[in-house]
């Protein structure tokens, strides 16, 4: 009988010890949380330089795909991303970033995901996992207090405006109306 108190001990013991590590992390911030990791200096350093700490350490809640360090330091190498470009950074930055707390269990459940930068993410569910954005979900639901973590194989790159794309309607329009003031002043 001795025997099953004391194993009912430890067992109660280390519930706590978990339960409180568990308490831990969630009342880290996103910010905090990244930042203890030691994998996302890159990431919180770009966050920074575009003003986006503060946010990102605020009520949320938040999704963040985190891209690791490994994955900034080969675009900045290959000068794809500009460090001193505050406006393009920002949109890449908040390109990572979606409203709400989104867990891996709703993740899979969606075609695409509206981020802060405005365009949305597509989400694929194949045998391999999930893909956001083009990018792997290596690690997900890290829970913060302010939302949830999930690391990606890669920097997120919203889609680049052109400005034939966005010319061109305006040219179809014009060209259309040309045509019925050609025509009316020909009848």
């Given at each position: 009988?001795?025997?099953?108190?004391?194993?009912?001990?430890?067992?109660v013991s280390?519930l706590?010890?978990?339960?409180s590590?568990?308490?831990?992390?969630?009342?880290?911030?996103?910010?905090?949380?990244?930042?203890?990791?030691?994998?996302?200096?890159?990431?919180?350093?770009?966050?920074?330089?575009?003003g986006?700490?503060?946010?990102?350490?605020?009520?949320g809640?938040?999704t963040?795909?985190?891209?690791?360090?490994?994955d900034f330091?080969?675009?900045?190498?290959?000068?794809?991303?500009?460090?001193?470009d505050?406006?393009?950074?920002t949109k890449?930055?908040?390109y990572h970033?979606a409203p709400g707390?989104l867990?891996?269990?709703?993740i899979?459940n969606m075609?695409?995901?509206?981020?802060?930068?405005?365009?949305k993410?597509?989400?694929?569910?194949?045998d391999e996992g999930?893909m956001v954005?083009?990018?792997?979900?290596?690690?997900t639901?890290?829970?913060?207090?302010?939302?949830?973590i999930?690391?990606v194989?890669?920097?997120?790159?919203?889609?680049?405006?052109?400005e034939?794309s966005?010319?061109?309607?305006?040219?179809?329009?014009t060209s259309?109306?040309?045509a019925?003031t050609?025509?009316?002043g020909?009848?």
């Amino acid at each position: 009988m001795a025997k099953r108190a004391f194993i009912a001990l430890i067992f109660v013991s280390m519930l706590s010890i978990g339960m409180s590590a568990a308490e831990d992390e969630t009342t880290k911030t996103i910010v905090d949380t990244a930042a203890a990791d030691g994998n996302f200096s890159t990431l919180l350093a770009a966050m920074d330089v575009a003003g986006l700490t503060d946010d990102l350490n605020g009520e949320g809640p938040f999704t963040v795909f985190a891209p690791t360090n490994e994955d900034f330091d080969d675009l900045l190498a290959n000068e794809e991303i500009d460090m001193n470009d505050i406006d393009a950074l920002t949109k890449i930055l908040t390109y990572h970033v979606a409203p709400g707390a989104l867990v891996e269990a709703e993740i899979v459940n969606m075609t695409s995901i509206e981020t802060l930068e405005g365009e949305k993410l597509t989400v694929e569910v194949t045998d391999e996992g999930v893909m956001v954005g083009g990018a792997n979900l290596t690690e997900t639901d890290i829970l913060c207090s302010n939302g949830v973590i999930h690391v990606v194989d890669a920097v997120l790159m919203p889609p680049v405006e052109t400005e034939g794309s966005a010319e061109e309607p305006v040219e179809e329009t014009t060209s259309e109306a040309e045509a019925d003031t050609t025509d009316d002043g020909a009848a």
